[in-house]
């Protein structure tokens, strides 16, 4: 008879502000086999409750609407074993959330992880280990995104009053869309800007993707972002350029360095477990396409 584990994760880290949607990866490594070299951990899938996914890929949303709240990892022991989870996030330096220990009989065993309303979405690496087994080749999972609000123009740059498709992923349905002009840099992931429009009300599908078509206001030309937040305070950013009316009316142009934080990005688009960096993985190229 299965065994049914709940995981109950407190948030650990503040939320930061990103213009990255990122993703919860499952890493499966089995250190142990039995018998003729056979694993003693098989049939792993993951699925989010709601019928998506299931296998190879999954959303959450952990946002305590009830929908797409939890991930359940299922998986077969060949024996009884002490299974230790461990979970960190994928990030350039990774921060460990939970590390616990479950006694689990053979056969097939459920485990849910259910993480608290304030963590970050990004990538999480949850490995599966046998302590005191002889280690064997990791198996990867599939993956699991932990949604929050992700967003991107279609394009790099526009024109001034020019309309614009604003792409947009998130399981909540109201939301306020903002225009600001940056004015300075704090960090890579946090932009102060000035707002140059007043919050309008917008609408998304729920756990679909969604195009908003948006105007572009009569603004100087320079750096901007369109910032999307819900009722819970959880928002995303979407930067991109506005361009002169005219190229060459203005006498001093201004190189702005607007994909160097991609070096940094560690979504996880194809759902390896490893960030689409050089810093994750050595010989990786850095796509400039991602949110």
Known sequence: MPLYATLHLP???RLRRCVCLVAFALLLTPTGSVGGGSSLVSGLRVT???????????????????F???????????GPATVRVYIESLRYHGEVVLDRRFS?????NTIVWRPSAGIPPRTYVVRLTVPGQRSASPIVAPVVRVLGIEAAFGRESYRAQSLALLRVATDQTDLALQFFRVSAFRSSLDALGEPVSNPVAVTTRRGRRSTLRVRIGDWPTGFYFARLTDGSGRFGYAPFVLRPRVLGENRVAVVLPTYTWQAYNFRDANRDGVGDTWYARAGNRVLLGRP
Request: aromatic fraction near 2%; hydrophobic fraction near 25%; charged fraction near 15%.
């Open 104 to 108: 689990l009989p053979a056969g097939r």
């Open 68 to 78: 797409r709240d939890t991930a359940t990892l299922e998986f077969s022991l060949s």
């Open 11 to 13: 948030a650990t880290a």
């Open 48 to 66: 989010n409750g709601v019928g998506s996914g299931g296998g190879t890929s999954t959303t959450i949303s952990p946002d305590g609407d009830g």
